[in-house]
């Protein structure tokens, strides 16, 4: 395990924790890619009734990608500790954690629309450039935040939203962890970037401004959640535990 390496220079203990969030991944990726077509399922339809309202769109597919985010995130926890529980078993404990990450994800959701033209807006929206560091380094915080929500034992349920805002800023101060929080970030920009360039295709191509925003982002963020979140929750606990030894 790479946290048992802590003088490996930076850099390989990175790329060491986006290997093994894929290999987390890769052990279940029939069932997230099952998940994935659920929630993309489940979208469409609250898409259809609600006429593809871009603010009801955010708050199903945050509630929705939830139960997913908990899972991945208890799944990685209990490998990072050496312990093997069945689907069933983790099943059960991230429908438990569902609703309080979901609603963390609304608010993650809410605060990533606000810093997103920081990085994909104009000029004046980037300040010619001089916001889009900060703004990476946000995306990473923000993935931090639904892993503490997640596999946080420390606080009752109910304080775990705040309490994993607070968790990933603190691990932000750190300034080894800010480097990897901005790289991170960038790595959730890639697909909000494909996202962005798959909607403007459609459109271009005679799509509806609802349908074009659906199918150009929804199946991309559902098919995203698992390999990300399992990457961010290796991030926190690497984090975690080098806290721990300082």
């Known amino acids: ?31 997230y890619v099952a998940i994935a077509a659920v929630s993309v399922g489940i979208e469409f339809a609250a898409a259809i009734l609600a006429r593809y309202d871009a603010l009801t769109a955010l708050i199903v597919a945050s509630c929705i990608d939830g139960f997913a985010t908990a899972f991945v995130s208890i799944d990685v926890a209990a490998r ?26 609304v608010l993650v959701s809410f ?4 810093v997103l033209p920081s990085i994909f807006g104009s000029v004046e929206d980037t300040f010619y450039g001089a916001l889009i560091l900060p703004a990476l380094v946000a995306f990473g915080v923000f993935g931090i935040a639904p892993v503490v929500a997640s596999i946080d034992t420390s606080l009752p349920v ?27 970030g960038a790595m959730v920009a890639v697909p909000l ?10 459109t271009a191509r005679g ?3 609802g349908p074009a925003s659906f199918w150009g982002s929804v199946p991309v963020d ?19 535990v080098r806290e721990q030894r300082r």
Request: charged share 15%; with cysteine.
């Open 193 to 202: 970037m494909l996202q962005e360039l798959l909607q403007q295709w459609m």
């Open 1 to 31: 395990m790479i946290v048992e390496e802590p003088n490996a220079p930076r850099a390989e203990r990175f790329t060491t924790l986006v290997d093994l969030g894929l290999a987390a991944w890769a052990k279940r990726w029939g069932l």
């Open 207 to 209: 799509f509806a401004a």
């Open 158 to 184: 109910p304080a775990l939203p705040l309490y994993s805002l607070y968790r990933s800023i603190v691990c932000a101060r750190a300034w080894p962890n800010l480097g990897r929080l901005t790289i991170a």
């Open 80 to 105: 990072f500790s050496g312990t093997e529980r069945s689907a069933n078993d983790v099943a059960r404990a991230a429908l438990a954690r569902w609703p309080v990450v979901g609603l963390l994800l």
């Open 111 to 114: 605060l990533e629309a606000m």
């Open 222 to 240: 559902a098919l995203c959640v698992a390999p990300f979140q399992a990457f961010f929750t290796y991030l926190y606990l690497d984090f975690t």
